[in-house]
């Protein structure tokens, strides 16, 4: 059985920086491949950013520079670093793992994951 629990969402101003983290469970297969996805109010959720089993990224381009993707296998936790934040990146960030995606070009796709976190709320004022 596989959990995601994330945490480290809060309310910032413009230009700060917030840390997420996604602490999962389950056995390591189950989660080789994550992913951060948001989701603001009346907008389709997003994919944010990827990592894969060698730890190669994948960022949206509306991310790209500011945001990283990290991943401690010891610890089974991803983390997303969030920099010089903007009011367009108020959202709910979700976590998502799979054991696999079945092509480079559709990790920030959603249905490449089957497990989810609840979310965590990130505000940019």
């Known amino acids: 059985h596989v959990q995601l629990v994330e945490s480290g969402g809060d309310s910032v101003e413009a230009g700060g920086s917030l840390r997420l983290s996604c602490l999962a469970s389950g056995p390591p297969y189950t989660h080789k491949y994550m992913a951060w996805f948001r989701r603001a109010p009346g907008n389709a959720r997003e994919g944010v950013a990827a990592?894969?089993?060698?730890?190669?990224?994948t960022y949206a381009d509306s991310v790209k520079g500011r945001f990283t993707i990290s991943k401690d296998d010891a610890k089974s936790t991803l983390y997303l670093q969030m920099d010089s934040l903007k009011p367009e990146d108020s959202a709910m960030y979700y976590c998502?793992?799979?054991?696999?995606?079945?092509?480079?070009?559709?990790?920030?796709?959603?249905?490449?994951?089957?497990?989810w976190g609840q979310g965590t709320q990130v505000t940019v004022s």
């Open positions: 998502a793992a799979d054991q696999m995606v079945r092509a480079d070009w559709l990790r920030l796709t959603d249905v490449e994951y089957n497990y």
């Open positions: 990592i894969d089993s060698d730890h190669t990224p």
